[in-house]
């Protein structure tokens, strides 16, 4: 009798034991009856029909951070970029995310990267590589409507990282390499050119100054004989004084020239410079 007064004693705790339950905060717990859903218990203390009743599903209600993990994509350009992303989901109905899908996380990553790969591939590589912010904002729209009908909110969703492929890299520094010495050779030929065009100018420029001293040069000797011309008039004895004074003056300077080693003077010099002044030989 008391072995029968001590099990029912022990069978009376462990049925309390498994009717009490305490929900922690920021959880919800499902409630199954006979494998159907029953209830939701709310943080707190809760009562459940022992052998009736289980606990079907923990769901946490805070925020989840979802790691999307990294993919390949291809561009509308048929360049293949690597992009990743996290998301930032909250469960709004328990019911929905454990009865509507069979992982809700595992089914939001999944969605999250088709709609990645859709959206890239309707762009060019630059246009995906430079408009973040409009592939987060498109990527968060196209998944809100199914995380609704999971009983999950899509709080944000963040492009970590989006860049190209290791073999893409290499092509866009040897495009970036090609058109760097492309621009170079432009710089070097445009610089050729002016150079050689304002050599041109300056030579043609000296031309010209050059034809002008030689105009003027030949205007003022004509105008120099003009007037030696009219102060000489018809006599002939002036005109032979100053070609002797030129002649004795030409033969000084070539005697104190530094070249000068030897200086020959004619035989006849007298006789030279009596003709030259007018005078008649001896």
Do not use: C, H
């Not at 049925?15 to 905060?25: A, D, Y």
């Not at 469960?91 to 992982?103: E, N, R, W």
């Not at 520094?173 to 300056?202: D, F, H, P, W, Y």
């Not at 030579?203 to 030949?218: D, H, P, Y």
């Amino acid at each position: 009798m008391e072995i029968f007064v001590i099990a029912l004693l022990v069978f009376a705790v462990i049925t309390l034991l498994k009717g009490v339950r305490i929900v922690p905060q920021g959880e919800e717990w499902i409630v199954e009856r006979l494998g159907k859903y029953n209830s939701t218990l709310l943080p707190g203390l809760s009562v459940i029909i022992p052998y009736l009743d289980r606990i079907g599903y923990k769901l946490v209600t805070k925020d989840i951070i979802l790691d999307v993990q990294e993919q390949e994509v291809i561009t509308k350009d048929n360049a293949v970029i690597l992009t990743n992303a996290i998301a930032f989901i909250k469960v709004t109905d328990p019911i929905k995310a454990v009865y509507g899908v069979t992982d809700f996380a595992e089914a939001i990553r999944n969605m999250i990267m088709t709609t990645l790969r859709s959206i890239i591939g309707e762009m060019n590589l630059d246009e995906a590589l430079t408009n973040r912010d409009k592939i987060k904002a498109r990527l968060r729209e196209s998944i809100a409507d199914e995380a609704i009908d999971w009983g999950l909110t899509v709080k944000s969703v963040e492009i970590q990282d989006i860049k190209p492929s290791e073999s893409m890299q290499k092509a866009m520094e040897a495009q970036a390499s090609a058109e760097r010495e492309r621009k170079a050779m432009v710089t070097k030929a445009e610089g050729t050119k002016q150079a050689t065009i304002l050599n041109a100018e300056a030579q043609l420029e000296a031309a010209r100054l050059q034809a002008e001293a030689q105009v003027t040069l030949a205007e003022a000797s004509a105008e120099a004989i003009k007037r030696v011309t009219a102060a000489i008039g018809q006599e002939d004895a002036p005109m032979r004084y100053m070609l002797g004074e030129k002649y004795i003056a030409a033969i000084g300077n070539l005697a104190k020239s530094e070249n000068a080693k030897t200086v020959l003077i004619p035989a006849d010099l007298q006789e030279s410079l009596r003709g030259l002044l007018g005078r008649k030989p001896v």
